[in-house]
């Protein structure tokens, strides 16, 4: 029986479906031969990703053969039979116009002793027709496949794309490390550093784009993912808390060698001061 299959597969710049038409007994077989018959075309072909369909052709009376030709389809012709009770029989030829195809079924009846007419002579998208154990029918297949991969209608899969990290804020170093402090007579002022830092964090995070703070442990700690536009003490806090996170680390650091660092406040020059157990400052 004739069976029609359609085929799906990427190629260079969409996905395309292509229409074959398969000499065989069963669904499983066109499903079992596939792969083999596109491996020059379509190397990664599997029945389950890009068989789409396969359906039983029931109007094909004969498929006729010709060679492949320049930009040459495949033609269904529709004859009228006209016995003592009418009916009507379709053939598929190819060739490269309806004239043509009409021309090759006239040839094909020209013998008959029973009246005919053809009624009707309509291109399809069948590409090529398989039929096993049959030479002519397989070279013309293979001619077929190259032509098909001369026009660029091979299979071509996407390379994995690399998962590139979010775009990522470092802590400033150790001897430039930002302090929060405030000014008199100014809600909220910061210093000019600290200003900066923030001003950098909301140029990435305009477009929703996750920012991170690294802290001195190594670990990047997210800290305005869901928000699509961060607001200036939302930046402020998120930042201050991953620099508490270090301080916290080298105050245990500290500790190790009597010289732990608390977080007494002091206002000095608009800015925050650290003092150790012997209130002399240190750096932070």
């Known amino acids: 029986m004739w069976l029609k299959s359609k085929i799906q597969y990427p190629s260079r710049s969409e996905t395309l479906t292509e229409s074959y038409l398969h000499d065989a007994l069963t669904y499983g077989e066109v499903e079992s031969t596939c792969p083999e018959l596109f491996i020059s075309r379509i190397p990664h072909l599997t029945p389950t990703d890009h068989i789409d369909e396969i359906a039983k052709v029931k109007f094909i009376y004969d498929v006729l053969f010709f060679p492949l030709q320049d930009e040459d389809s495949f033609w269904k012709v529709k004859v009228r039979v006209l016995d003592v009770k009418k009916y009507t029989i379709v053939y598929l030829v190819a060739a490269v116009s309806d004239r043509e195809a009409s021309s090759r079924v006239s040839d094909q009846l020209k013998d008959w002793l029973t009246p005919w007419k053809i009624i009707a002579v309509d291109e399809t998208d069948i590409l090529a027709v398989y039929r096993p154990n049959n030479e002519l029918w397989s070279g013309d297949w293979y001619n077929r496949m190259e032509r098909l991969a001369d026009e660029g209608k ?131």
């Open 154 to 284: 091979v299979e071509v899969v996407p390379e994995p794309v690399e998962k590139v990290p979010d775009p990522q804020v470092g802590m400033f170093p150790e001897d430039e490390m930002p302090v929060r402090g405030r000014k008199k007579g100014k809600k909220g002022g910061v210093d000019k550093a600290v200003e900066e830092y923030y001003q950098n964090l909301q140029d990435l995070a305009k477009d929703g784009t996750t920012v991170s703070v690294q802290t001195a442990n190594g670990e990047w700690k997210p800290i305005i993912g869901h928000y699509p536009r961060p607001t200036h003490d939302e930046l402020e806090e998120a930042a201050e808390d991953a620099f508490r996170e270090d301080v916290e680390r080298r105050d245990q650091v500290k500790k190790q060698e009597g010289k732990a660092v608390t977080m007494e406040k002091k206002k000095k020059g608009g800015k925050l001061t650290f003092y150790n157990r012997n209130r002399e400052p240190v750096n932070g």
